[in-house]
């Protein structure tokens, strides 16, 4: 963990000396899979000046609810989110309406005591397509950032007790970011 504020720091520090824009925010994803996580988005126009565009990436905390039969077990675990955002406005910034997608990882642990026994197990899931549209207010150097998509999984087979099987490939997400940027 302290590696990993410390890289944090280091990429916010390098970052107040550049001219394009950063914005380090929390966020959170609701859905079949809830994440909360730091988000990290660095912009700029593109060489045809017409459009912003920003590259993102998401660390988080995973945590997701198998339903089998009468049973629900949660698991817990981790995401890595790396994805472009084309912002579609005419002032060519890093506001308003934009479109983005995401390659993602993730992985969630499952271990929990019942009255007949332990269920535990890990799942595992990659995405190449993960499409969202948002609309990124700002106030100054704060920046809320409403969105809404879906995500399709490539789900890797489950070890021990948890099987992929009763997981749906696509998965709905909605959530918000809210950060300051410099």
Not at 82 to 92: A, H, I
Not at 125 to 144: D, R, T
Not at 164 to 174: A, E, L, S
């Amino acid at each position: 963990m302290r590696k990993l504020l410390s890289l944090l720091v280091l990429v916010c520090s390098f970052s107040f000396g550049q001219k394009n824009p950063t914005t380090l925010s929390a966020y959170y994803t609701g859905g079949n899979f809830t994440q909360v996580g730091l988000s990290l988005e660095r912009g700029k126009l593109k060489e045809n000046d017409k459009q912003f565009v920003s590259h993102i990436i998401n660390l988080g905390l995973n945590n997701y609810d198998y339903e089998v039969d009468n049973l629900k077990i949660t698991g817990t675990g981790f995401v890595i989110e790396s994805g472009l955002k084309t912002y579609l406005n005419k002032d060519k910034t890093n506001k308003n309406l934009y479109v983005g997608n995401f390659i993602s990882y993730g992985n969630l642990k499952f271990d929990e005591n019942f009255l007949f026994g332990k269920f535990e197990g890990t799942f595992s899931y990659f995405s190449l397509f993960s499409p969202e549209i948002g609309y990124k207010f700002k106030a100054g150097n704060f920046a809320i950032d409403p969105f809404a998509g879906i995500q399709w999984q490539w789900q890797i087979k489950g070890k021990g007790d948890i099987d992929n099987v009763n997981v749906d490939n696509w998965q709905p997400r909605i959530g918000i970011r809210i950060g300051y940027q410099f």
